[in-house]
């Protein structure tokens, strides 16, 4: 045997640059919209402009002989071909033990539309113009009716009904915690802190609107769905099993290139499925692509809390207990993961980096006649790192106590920890991660900046905020008992072909997460070949034995897991055939850097040369080994990862415009282990500005009397530009993740789970000292304006 | 209802009949198959539809393919060299990770090449945030964009 090639040394941990980045910077890309299908149709979805409302009649007789018409569908063509409503991924049980209320939503309105966009009709047609045009034609009868748009008027007694089976709009009044012993803490508190705050509804803006092209077979009676979604194999199972009765088998669902999603593709929307099914009824492809005022009113939305929350404390500061109410908006249907978020991705989140000994939480949830609302970048941990954070640097300031003592004498530091509201750190370091951001952001300087700003008329502001998020969703056993109606596994394939490189299929989705690169050196590292000698393929439930997707920054801690458990079985594998070429016993062979060796010999194999000899079986133990060298693992994770760290912002508002400049913002996290820094840096930078955008710009806004979405349109609602934002500072601290192969948590929601808190605190830190005692998100100019202002009255 | 335009497109030339009311973004994408240009918002927002037209950086959405016979259209497909090198801005995008999920990443390397252009050295870290006002990326938060226009802008003098 000749003496292996060396070959490069582990890829983990090195910043290297993106493999898919080459096609996306030649305009190579293949987004849905690109792709075409000979013979395609265009759908143009027919949508309510009123809030709430009767159907009374639809007369499509004139569009259906506009030009170029193919077909147009309503909800009772959808009705007639027992076509189901959409399904509810989540079951959540109520305080009483009884099941959420679980009203129909159809893919096509039946009867009511329940809020401004709600889909009434579709039109295909030669041209996506025809289409629209004909669109125009159909007349419908409504009959309009009372709206409410917020949660907490729509649970008020005489509040019109969304759905006529819930009469109280109330889809549950759910709690967690220990009830008795919060109380009991309260009754022996020195100091009670009390807020009421606001988490602002938020509408995602991936910058590419959502998109299908649906084609129907009539060779084998089967579908092809191309879908701007982050998990194709759970929007075929939904799609196919509850809505529209298909075999599984026979649908194939493609995610290729996706432009951002934000939790916004997770879900199976109506769009999709609507042209999946009438691809069949036309005999023709049909494509769909939002225009962007369509991604205002129909994409799921975000947050939208109202809270009243309390901290007991003793005389040192120190937490005794915590209780939460909130009311939370879940829009005029259950998207598919919309129950979840305010209930068990939220409460299970209060302890945050805190000892807090008792915690209670009562969540009150809320149909009304706005766009369903779901997951969005951190799905219920900003909501929650927003209330803790918030409340406890109310705290400091009630007690008098420095808002980085308060969080250091409260901070939990042993581990692992259970916390009151169900989850069980396994690990972190917050002292560490709130050192290094204290040095980063310079914090010691700050009172000299200050100084130097108040000179020249200015408010300068500090403001913390330490965060815990639950990632790596999730051991499938706990989040059934939580009500998940789904597995959370990932699935990973290595295919190690003849001549040594590897094609990778992920069950995880890559829509900017840069997995085609943090994956490859994951394979790379571990088998020590070239990084560019492994592709990585996503999206494709014709070529990915399963996938649960990406969402909740699972990708590394749960893909990445299954990727490792695909890779063990390669390497043991590889063992055998190298014991048999060698002629050694397979407990004397190692593998490391590439080379199979017999320990303490030089005799020695090239990884490719084991895997060409798997391929060409001639020297081979065909006896006690199949040939072929692909393995498959399913990967359910143990526990949670639990991502931690602290953001620090400082801010300067100028009190005659109320402009808020973010002069500083410091970010020090602890994801685990890290397989390429540049790309995490570049996570936490994303996710900043979307926590950023919330605190400083972004509000959706509907009219209270027309139920109208004011913010419809980038001239109403404010998206953050380059100019809105600074250079962020970025640093890591690492414990390793105890459970799962690679030590990795997550790092994809971290920046919009800390900023808005951290954001908040050093605005109100600014405005302290002028009075103003409370502000809601988003700190717009006006709004800071005028509560400088009224606090001067 | 349709009218003869004839145009130069990534050097190409080429002389079709469109619809009067066809949009030079539908126009690339759907008569060129020009799929590099993208279509983010339809309203003149938020700059994925970005291309040069005439050496000016104009958004496609905002105008209508007639008003361009005669011109000569860069889209991105033709900003690399014949021989497939990417151009300074693009290589730059790529060594500081300017992009995420590449959507804005098009009309965000022809803005930021047209930014260069008009501003030569001038262009600081401010000026680079105020000349990308026109593109929105909901990726990056814009940080290592500014870092790639640095970059790309340094590497466009020597190029």
């Given at each position: ?33 690109d792709v075409c299908l000979p013979n395609q149709t265009y759908a143009y979805f027919l949508r309510s402009p009123h809030a709430h409302a009767k159907i009374k009649k639809i007369n499509k007789t004139a569009a259906a002989k506009a030009p170029g018409v193919v077909g147009i569908f309503t909800g009772e063509d959808l009705a007639a071909a027992n076509v189901n409503g959409l399904p509810c991924g989540w079951l959540i049980h109520d305080i009483h033990g009884q099941p959420m209320k ?370 790596g969703l999730a051991p499938s056993n706990v989040a059934g008992a939580l009500g998940a109606r789904a597995g959370l596994f990932e699935a990973g394939e290595i295919r190690v072909n003849p001549t040594g490189s590897v094609t990778v299929f992920t069950g995880s989705h890559s829509h900017g997460q840069g997995h085609e690169t943090t994956f490859a050196q994951v394979v790379a590292g571990r088998l020590g070949i070239p990084v560019d000698n492994v592709d990585v393929v996503h999206g ?112 300067e508002i100028d009190p005659e415009t109320g402009v808020v400049k973010i002069v500083s913002f410091t970010a020090v996290d602890d994801f685990g282990n890290i397989i390429n820094p540049m790309i995490v840096e570049g996570q936490v930078h994303g996710g900043v500005a979307q926590g950023i955008g919330q605190a400083l710009l972004e509000n959706c806004v509907y009219d209270k009397e027309s139920g109208q979405l004011l913010t419809g349109s980038y001239m109403d609602y404010t998206m ?74 | ?159």
């Open positions: 045997m000749n003496a292996p090639e060396k070959v490069e040394t582990s890829a983990i941990g090195a910043s290297i640059r993106r493999k898919e980045d080459q096609r996306f910077l030649t305009g190579a890309g293949q987004y849905t919209d679980e009203p129909p939503h159809p893919a096509l309105a039946q009867g009511k539309v329940r809020h401004v966009g709600d889909q009434v009709a579709v039109v295909i047609a030669e041209t996506y113009t025809q289409a629209r045009d004909a669109a125009e034609k159909i007349e419908v009868d409504y009959e309009t009716l009372p709206a409410v748009t917020d949660a907490v008027d729509a649970l008020k007694k005489g509040a019109p009904a969304v759905h006529d089976a819930v009469t109280d709009n109330r889809c549950y009044l759910w709690s967690l915690g220990d009830k008795a012993a919060t109380e009991a803490a309260f009754a022996k508190a020195h100091h009670i802190t009390k807020i009421d705050i606001t988490n602002n509804r938020l509408i995602p803006n991936a910058i590419e609107p959502r998109a299908a092209l649906a084609n129907y077979s009539r060779a084998d009676d089967s579908y092809t769905l191309y879908v701007a979604n982050q998990n194709p194999h759970v929007e075929r199972l939904l799609m196919t099993a509850f809505v529209l009765g298909l075999p599984e088998h026979k649908v194939r669902v493609i995610a290729p290139d996706v432009g951002g999603g934000f939790g916004s593709k997770i879900f199976l929307y109506a769009e999709e499925t609507v042209i999946t099914w009438a691809s069949k009824q036309v005999n023709r492809a049909i494509k769909w692509t939002a225009e962007r005022s369509e991604s205002f009113l129909s994409d799921a939305h975000g947050r939208d809390h109202h809270t009243h929350a309390e901290m007991a404390l003793d005389a040192n500061g120190k937490f005794l207990g915590m209780r939460v109410n909130t009311v939370a908006n879940l829009g005029a249907y259950l998207s598919t993961f919309g129950p979840s978020v305010p209930t068990y991705l939220y409460g299970t989140l209060l302890a945050g980096q805190y000892t807090t000994p008792a915690i209670y939480v009562e969540v009150d949830s809320a149909f009304t006649n706005t766009a369903p609302v779901d997951a969005y970048r951190g799905a219920g941990r900003p909501e929650a790192t927003y209330v803790v954070e918030r409340l406890v640097t109310e705290c400091a300031r009630e007690m008098k106590i420095d808002q980085v003592e308060i969080r250091r004498r409260n901070f939990i530091t042993t581990f692992p920890y259970q916390t009151p509201v169900a989850l069980a750190y396994d690990i972190g370091d917050y002292k560490a991660t709130l050192d290094g951001a204290l040095e980063m952001a310079d914090v010691a300087g700050f009172p000299k900046r200050r100084a130097e700003a108040e000179k020249r008329g200015m408010r300068r502001g500090l403001g913390f905020a330490t965060y815990i998020e639950a990632c494709d439930t014709g070529r990915i034995p399963f996938g649960m997707g990406t969402y909740g920054s699972r990708s590394i801690a749960v893909g990445g897991g299954a990727i490792s458990k695909a890779l063990d079985k390669i390497e043991a594998k590889g063992k055998k055939i190298a014991a048999h070429l060698l002629e050694a016993a397979e407990s004397d062979i190692e593998f490391k850097n590439g080379n199979f060796t017999v320990a303490g010999t030089d005799k020695s194999l090239a990884f490719a040369q084991v895997s060409l000899a798997a391929y060409v079986p001639h020297n081979y133990p065909l006896d006690k080994l199949e040939p072929g060298l692909n393995e498959t693992a399913f990967y359910d994770p143990a526990n949670f990862t639990f991502p931690a760290g602290t953001h620090i912002c400082e801010v953050p530009r380059a100019d809105d934002l600074p250079s962020f500072k970025v640093g890591t601290r690492v414990t390793a993740c105890t459970h799962n192969p690679l030590g990795v948590k997550g790092c994809g929601e971290a920046g919009a789970i800390g900023a808005p808190a951290a954001v908040m605190n050093a605005v109100t830190d600014a405005l302290i000292a002028l009075g103003v005692k409370h502000l809601d998100m988003p700190a717009t100019p006006e709004r800071v304006w005028r509560a400088i202002q009224q606090a001067q009255v | 209802m349709s009218t003869t335009l004839s145009l130069t497109v990534n050097g190409k030339a080429v002389s079709t009949q469109v619809d009067p009311r066809t949009l030079l973004v539908q126009f690339i994408r759907e008569n060129l198959n020009l799929t590099g240009t993208h279509v983010g918002c339809d309203t003149g927002q938020c700059g994925a539809c970005t291309v040069f037209v005439n050496g000016n950086a104009v958004k496609a959405c905002m105008t209508l393919a007639v008003q361009c016979g005669g011109a000569q259209i860069t889209t991105i497909e033709g900003i690399s060299k014949p021989n497939g090198e990417m151009h300074p801005m693009q290589a730059a995008f790529k060594e500081c990770h300017g992009l995420q999920c590449g959507f804005c990443t098009p009309g965000m390397v022809i803005s930021a090449i047209d930014l260069v252009k008009r501003n030569g050295k001038a262009l600081t870290e401010e000026s680079i945030r105020a000349g990308l006002d026109g593109n929105f990326c909901r990726c990056t938060g814009y940080h290592n964009i500014v870092k790639a226009v640095q970059l790309g802008a340094a590497n466009m003098k020597g190029a």
